[in-house]
């Protein structure tokens, strides 16, 4: 089955940019979107599509896939987005989730 | 705003089925696909399957043998049931909407805030 493959943490300074990779066996030819989860909180799409993103969600929000990475961008990352993210795609009409990544804003 | 909010009878015994409804308000079930997602404490998320609100499925393999999704579109409503439930299916249960987009782009746009689910005798 297909997997996806997250770093399990992201330690980043307020001001600075984060990045947050996932993956997986030609990741670059599926699109990967990408989900925030705060503490006691349902997950939120913040990239779909490798690289739009939902209205309501900030601009320092950024998303790239090619070859067998995608990557979340997140600049001048701020407190509030200390969470949890998710990558996910679709492999053969199944939706494949990352393990996720913690980041820190510290 | 489309909501969903998922329900249940709560604590479920192993080997018997689990059962939950998911219902939409703000908006029509019709023209969009409807998904089950669930996430064990601490651990990350596992789709289950979804359902178009022509009644048309789609589940995970690894789960394929025990789910049933269904649709009722006159209360707005869809729902899970997962047979022969163990420990393992103890999890944090979200519904959520589906956008579909092409072979692979489809994304969650509207998730419920989630229901626990516990598997214990």
């Known amino acids: 089955s297909y997997e996806l493959t997250q770093p399990p943490s992201v330690s980043v300074s307020p001001g600075q940019t984060a990045s947050i990779t996932c993956s997986g066996d030609?990741?670059?030819?599926?699109?990967a979107c990408w989900y925030q989860q705060k503490p006691g909180q349902s997950p939120v799409v913040v990239i779909y599509?490798?690289?739009k993103r939902p209205s309501g969600i900030p601009e320092r929000f950024s998303g790239s896939n090619s070859g067998n990475t995608a990557t979340l961008t997140i600049s001048g990352t701020q407190a509030m987005d200390e969470a949890d993210y998710y990558c996910?795609?679709?492999?053969?009409?199944?939706?494949?989730f990352g393990g996720g990544t913690r980041l820190t804003v510290l | 705003q489309v909501q969903l909010q998922e329900s249940g009878p709560g604590p479920v015994k192993p080997s018997e089925t689990l059962s939950l409804t998911c219902t939409v308000s703000?908006?029509?079930?019709?023209?969009?696909?409807w998904s089950w997602i669930r996430q064990p404490p601490g651990k990350g998320l596992e789709w289950i399957g979804y359902?178009?609100?022509?009644?048309?499925?789609n589940y995970n393999p690894s789960l394929n043998s025990r789910v049933t999704i269904s649709v009722d579109t006159s209360k707005n409503q869809f729902s899970l049931k997962l047979t022969s439930v163990t420990a393992a299916d103890t999890a944090m249960y979200y519904c959520?909407?589906?956008?579909?987009?092409?072979?692979?782009?489809?994304?969650?746009?509207?998730w419920g805030q989630g229901t626990l689910v516990t598997v214990s005798s």
């Open positions: 703000g908006g029509s079930i019709s023209s969009y696909y």
């Open positions: 996910q795609t679709w492999d053969n009409s199944t939706a494949v």
């Open positions: 599509q490798d690289k």
């Open positions: 030609k990741l670059g030819g599926k699109y």
């Open positions: 359902i178009y609100y022509s009644g048309s499925t």
């Open positions: 959520a909407r589906m956008v579909k987009i092409g072979d692979t782009g489809h994304s969650f746009d509207y």
